[in-house]
């Protein structure tokens, strides 16, 4: 399971994941604040790029109880296959229009992310990528996630208990409306990367810190997690 990571007494807590990190002092406020996965760009075609030697230095400062996530955009194999044999204990993250077959061929948890024009986008991604370990619903939009937009999170409560798999939220997240997410879609984690930024790439720890304490008074409910 994604974030297994997390300690077995506190299953009914959202977690939380925060993207596009580039810098070491942000990897580090992100970690000591409590975030319980961290996820680096590997898409080139994004401000939030980090290149390999970069990442390695990021990663570093990642404790194993921190699961390390991978972010790509419509990569080839051997893009994927490069940064695997560099950093092997990581999850994936397939943000753009990755097949199932493409996604699967690594035999690695993944995330596959969802671009929401209609809440039962969510119900035909879970159908048509079984083996992902979740589902990452985000803003439809075309610089592929991290614009700080939103989507229909009316519709998507609506529909949330047809939704198996567990469901990571992003798209436009902050601590002002993170909890009225969490009430809404009851998601299994959120994922905040501009919500908590100066500047493309550039996180803000006192926003990251908010961010958090607002997800932990906002998301600590029996009904939040699905039960399996």
């Known amino acids: 399971m994604l974030f297994s990571n997390t300690a077995a007494d506190d299953t009914n807590r959202v977690r939380i994941k925060l993207c596009g990190l580039t810098l070491e002092d942000d990897v580090l406020t992100a970690v000591q604040s409590g975030?319980?996965?961290?996820?680096?760009?590997?898409?080139?075609?994004?401000?939030?790029?980090?290149?390999?030697?970069?990442?390695?230095?990021?990663?570093?400062?990642?404790?194993?109880?921190?699961?390390?996530?991978?972010?790509?955009?419509?990569p080839t194999s051997e893009e994927v296959r490069e940064h695997l044999a560099m950093f092997p204990d990581c999850v994936l993250q397939f943000h753009g229009n990755e097949s199932r077959a493409f996604c699967d061929q690594f035999h690695v948890p993944y995330v596959k992310a969802v671009a929401v024009k209609s809440p039962e986008d969510l119900l035909k991604a879970q159908d048509e990528?079984?083996?992902?370990?979740?589902?990452?619903?985000?803003?439809?939009?075309?610089?592929?996630?991290?614009?700080?937009?939103?989507?229909?999170?009316?519709g998507v409560g609506k529909i949330r208990d047809q939704i198996r798999k567990p469901l990571i939220v992003a798209g436009g997240l902050k601590e002002q409306n993170?909890?009225?997410?969490?009430?809404?879609?009851r998601p299994w984690a959120v994922d905040a990367a501009?919500?908590?930024?100066?500047?493309?790439g550039i996180k803000d720890h006192d926003k990251i810190q908010k961010f958090i304490e607002a997800v932990r008074r906002g998301g600590d409910c029996k009904d939040t997690l699905p039960q399996s």
Not at 179 to 184: G, P
Not at 194 to 200: F, H, K, P, Y
């Open 35 to 74: 975030a319980d996965a961290v996820g680096f760009v590997c898409y080139p075609g994004s401000s939030r790029y980090v290149t390999p030697s970069r990442l390695m230095c990021l990663l570093s400062l990642v404790p194993s109880s921190v699961t390390k996530v991978l972010v790509f955009v419509n």
């Open 178 to 185: 993170v909890s009225q997410a969490i009430r809404t879609m």
């Open 194 to 200: 501009s919500g908590v930024e100066t500047a493309r």
């Open 129 to 154: 990528y079984p083996m992902a370990v979740a589902l990452l619903a985000d803003a439809a939009t075309p610089e592929y996630g991290g614009c700080g937009q939103s989507f229909d999170w009316e």
